[in-house]
């Protein structure tokens, strides 16, 4: 556990300073690796495939990447929703969960569809707030690996 969370650690020290999915990613993707109890495997890159810049599809979770997660104005949710949709467009017969981030909270989501395929909803399904005054870096290390175990598949 000490290795996973040093891990935890460095993830936390550098990702404020994230500024593009592709470096979030890069640092996630390092956690990862070093979180308990998931397959000790660097995940490719998401977004690199991506058609929107900032919606990425791993194995069957759409993960969308945004410095801001608490937006005040329009549909905080929209372009995770777009993404959704691009992945279904893609992968029809996938079931898929989406995740909303900034690095530090993880908002997944369960979509809903219309018999086009379009998303016609996303119901909260599970979170993360690794900055909470409430984790210990051991508590945060174990609500990550089970977040993953969760919903990455």
């Known amino acids: 556990m000490a290795a996973a969370e040093e891990g935890l650690a ?12 592709g ?3 890069a640092l996630f993707s390092d956690l990862c690796v070093a979180l308990p109890g ?10 690199s495939q991506a058609a929107s810049p900032a919606c990425g599809l791993c194995d069957n979770l759409v993960i969308e990447y945004r410095r801001d997660m608490h937006q005040r ?5 929209a ?5 959704v949709s ?13 995740l909303a981030t900034n690095g530090l909270t993880f908002h997944v989501y ?9 998303v016609i ?21 174990e609500e990550m690996s089970g977040l993953l175990r969760r919903w990455l598949k």
């Open 10 to 21: 460095r993830y936390l020290e550098r990702v404020r300073g994230a500024a593009t999915p």
């Open 23 to 25: 470096e979030w990613w």
């Open 38 to 47: 998931l397959e000790r495997r660097k995940l490719p890159n998401p977004f």
């Open 73 to 77: 104005w329009g549909d905080p949710n």
């Open 79 to 83: 372009g995770l929703r777009l993404g």
């Open 86 to 98: 691009e992945a279904r467009a893609r992968n029809p017969r996938l079931s898929l969960a989406a």
């Open 110 to 118: 369960t979509p809903d569809f219309d018999e086009s395929g379009r």
């Open 121 to 141: 909803g996303l119901h909260p399904a599970d979170g993360l707030n690794l900055v909470s005054p409430m984790m210990t870096p051991q508590r945060s290390v």
